[in-house]
């Protein structure tokens, strides 16, 4: 079946905007990653801090880090200091990610920090529609459940004073999430999202490696 130019537009669409609402289908680990920017609050005597986040499309795997500031630094930062270094060790790649366009992910490619640093490791970069009304899906769901289990318990419990303070909680909370806490979803059934990852780094390896 020969489609028109018009019918493969409208495929390309769809496909972009499934994508947006987090409706993904990816190959394996690594194949797509969700990143997006969190305004986690205003903390007394630290300021406005914001949480990068990413997500693999694949096993829901979250990697998050905070920040006073929100730029093309902050946003290359989480990749170089926990995404790949994580993936590295997991001898998997990272192929693509998709996130919102918002300033700290788009702008000129010569200059612009998390542009640079995505394409000097080979990184493809995938933006949402221009004035869609949903942002980055994925990221988004990901960003209300750790609203609700993380950060409003917390700061009904505790009052922080620095954000290496909050980050402590954080990375804490994180591993229970990626390691504990089981998933319902296409591939999660009742898995945690690193023993969805373990099983995806097996079919890939068997597909594309052996």
């Known amino acids: 079946m020969i489609l028109t130019e018009s019918q493969v537009q409208t495929l390309e669409r769809k496909k972009l905007d499934n994508e947006v609402c987090g409706e993904v289908d990816t190959a394996h680990p690594g194949y797509l990653g969700s990143q997006d920017t969190f305004y986690a609050g205003t903390f007394k005597g630290v300021g406005r801090i914001y949480q990068q ?18 730029t093309p630094i902050t946003a290359a930062d989480l990749l170089n200091d926990r995404v790949l270094p994580f993936y590295t060790l997991e001898q998997l790649p990272i192929l693509r990610i998709l996130t919102d366009r918002g300033t700290e992910y788009c ?8 542009r640079l640093y995505i ?5 493809e970069h995938t933006r949402t529609q221009a004035r869609h009304p949903q ?20 700061l009904r419990r505790k009052i922080y004073g ?6 402590t909680d954080l990375d804490e909370w994180r591993d229970y999430y990626n ?26 390896q068997e597909k594309f490696i052996n």
């Open 179 to 204: 390691n504990e806490r089981t998933h319902q979803g296409k591939r999660c059934c009742g898995r945690t999202p690193m023993e969805t990852l373990q099983d995806g780094k097996r079919i890939w």
């Open 107 to 114: 702008g000129k490619a010569d200059s612009h920090d998390f």
């Open 53 to 70: 986040t990413y997500v693999d499309t694949y096993a829901k795997a979250a990697h998050c880090k905070l920040y006073t500031t929100k």
């Open 162 to 167: 620095s954000i290496d303070e909050l980050q």
């Open 135 to 154: 942002t980055n899906g994925i990221c988004e769901r990901f960003h209300k459940t750790i609203l609700q289990e993380f950060y409003q318990p917390a």
């Open 119 to 123: 394409a000097v490791n080979d990184i």
